[in-house]
């Protein structure tokens, strides 16, 4: 069964033959995988804003202004000659330049609502002959967009 429409699986229930983990994420139509782009961190941040206050002969108080962004970073390898191949990275960058937010949903077919692409990073190591790369590394930076339609 195909679990990307953003059907939650009860993993209690699973059984190997009812899931399609070979997805680890999908961000709009780029699908993060082994035979893709594998990615082996995935960090989020929570950001909360407060405002400080001056006080006369006292420490500034602080003020809970509101929630910050929540950012999410991956970073991964891709090893171009055993899966992948080359255009991992600038399949991610055409998503970014589509300068549209994007559906984020985990292997699980959780949906994680709207996130924007802000940063691509991408660097190559041990090359061969000819200049080509045997791994690469890159990192992607997302900010949260929230509900399409809502904002």
């Known amino acids: 069964m195909d679990n990307w ?25 780029y699908h993060f995988s082994v035979d893709t782009a594998a990615y082996q961190s995935l960090t989020t941040e929570f950001n909360y804003n ?11 108080r602080l003020q809970f202004t509101g929630l910050g962004a929540i950012k999410k970073s991956l970073t991964g390898e891709i090893y171009p000659f055993y899966r992948g191949g080359f ?4 399949l991610m960058a055409l998503e970014a330049e589509q300068g549209l937010p994007l559906k984020l949903i985990t292997a699980t077919g959780l949906n994680l609502d709207f996130w924007c692409i802000t940063h691509i990073q991408e660097e190559s190591t041990e090359f061969m002959l000819g200049g080509l790369p045997k791994k ?10 929230g509900q399409q339609g809502v904002m």
């Open 136 to 145: 690469m590394t890159f990192q992607l930076e997302l900010l949260y967009y």
């Open 5 to 29: 429409d953003g059907e939650m699986l009860d993993l209690g229930q699973c059984t190997k033959a009812d899931t399609n983990f070979d997805k680890m994420l999908s961000l709009g139509g």
């Open 50 to 60: 407060w405002a400080s206050q001056a006080c006369l002969g006292t420490h500034p």
């Open 87 to 90: 255009d991992q990275v600038q």
